[in-house]
């Protein structure tokens, strides 16, 4: 059985505009440059046709990946209820154990960007907010079997 993987409508349709552009646009390039590449002869010193190859596995590995993951999604309705935390909702949390704020959106999986605070709804930090109202603790379970606290603050 496969893991579902959730994901707004709006994520699903980015990933199948990917894939398409992927699919449509890119793997013809590289079937193109490896072409390219071939007719400049001896294939063992081709250092062109190498990075095509190359460039064309990373291309279908990519393909493979968001495939598995429309032909997995578990689509959730947008949500603008602010009164508990759900997939969308940006949370201020309170970490009493650092002495400082932290703001965190919580996102699919497929949209985690850790640069912006975009975490996974199955992260340990995501699960733990998952269904918290304002003045909540969420009790955060580290893959190394320690806890910690996080005080919600605010939820946009």
Do not use: F, W
């Not at 997939?87 to 497929?110: I, P, Q, R």
């Amino acid at each position: 059985m496969s893991e579902q993987i959730v994901m707004t409508k709006k994520n699903y349709e980015d990933l199948k505009k990917e894939l398409d552009h992927l699919v449509k646009v890119k793997r013809p390039e590289i079937i193109e440059r490896i072409a390219e590449a071939r007719s400049h002869g001896d294939l063992s010193e081709n250092a062109e046709y190498d990075a095509a190859r190359e460039e064309q596995r990373s291309n279908e590995g990519k393909i493979a990946e968001l495939e598995y993951k429309i032909k997995n999604a578990d689509i959730r309705e947008e949500n603008t209820d602010t009164s508990y935390v759900h997939l969308g909702s940006t949370v201020t949390v309170y970490d009493g154990d650092l002495g400082e704020e932290a703001v965190y959106t919580v996102t699919s999986v497929t949209e985690v960007d850790v640069m912006h605070n975009k975490i996974s709804v199955e992260s340990p930090v995501g699960a733990a907010l998952l269904k918290k109202a304002v003045g909540d603790e969420a009790e955060v379970k580290c893959p190394d079997g320690t806890t910690y606290t996080l005080k919600i603050l605010a939820i946009n």
